[in-house]
């Protein structure tokens, strides 16, 4: 079956710290991938999707490449800030709708001033 | 246009109680999903609709759950008959029909049973 399985948490960074959230994926077929980001208090928002093996998606300084041959679509960034202090889900699309994911259970990230 | 809305935002129940929540998707947006959050977990899928037709459920539903979206707009999820292990954040996300197009969720009912 389909299944994601991220790093568990919590990371604790230094601001201007380089990060890596790991991810690898199960699934049949050639899903699309993505990171949700849930800021405190606030809903779930898309950060970035790659849709096909070697895409890099990018958004907000952070970057996640699709990575067919070791399944996996790790999550960076070169240099976190306070602000990006949040929980981090990668998941899965199946299907033929982007609204039916799988989740992975989420990384939590603070980053220290 | 503000989003996905969510209400109640919480909700706190006694044990055996029927609860019903509702979820507003961003207008023209005609697929709606409900997915279930417990703590220290990702979102877990549990149904979505394209209009008004309830297209896909998850053995996670079950027959104490139901859903609705009667006329393709607002959906609302009712769970009958509460128990403990039903204590969640259940979210509701919308999207358009094409695949590339992204889904948006909601903030979420947190919901307590007590």
């Known amino acids: 079956g389909n299944s994601v399985t991220q790093m568990e948490g919590p990371v604790t960074l230094s601001e201007e710290a380089f990060l890596t959230i790991n991810c690898t994926y199960t699934a049949t077929g050639y899903p699309s991938l993505f990171w949700y980001v849930q800021y405190p208090g606030e809903g779930l928002q898309l950060l970035l999707k790659a849709t096909k093996a070697d895409d890099k998606g990018s958004n907000k300084g952070f970057e996640a490449t699709y990575r067919k041959e070791t399944t996996s679509f790790h999550l960076e960034k070169g240099s976190v800030q306070v602000s990006d202090s949040a929980v981090y889900f990668c998941a899965l699309n199946y299907g033929g709708s982007q609204g039916n994911l799988i989740f992975g259970k989420g990384t939590k990230l603070s980053v220290k001033p | 246009d503000t989003g996905v809305s969510q209400d109640p935002r919480h909700k706190i129940t006694k044990r055996g109680q029927n609860v019903t929540f509702r979820c507003d998707p961003i207008s023209e947006h005609n697929r709606l999903y409900w997915y279930r959050q417990t703590l220290g977990q990702g979102p877990e899928f549990l149904t979505y609709?394209?209009?008004?037709?309830?297209?896909?459920k998850s053995r996670l539903l079950s027959n104490r759950f139901s859903a609705e979206r009667p006329k393709g707009s607002f959906s609302t999820l009712e769970i009958q008959r509460t128990e403990q292990g039903d204590s969640a954040m259940y979210l509701c996300?919308?999207?358009?029909?094409?695949?590339?197009?992204?889904?948006?969720f909601g903030q979420g009912t947190r919901l307590t049973v007590v």
């Open positions: 996300a919308s999207s358009v029909t094409q695949g590339r197009e992204k889904a948006f």
């Open positions: 609709f394209q209009n008004e037709a309830q297209l896909e």
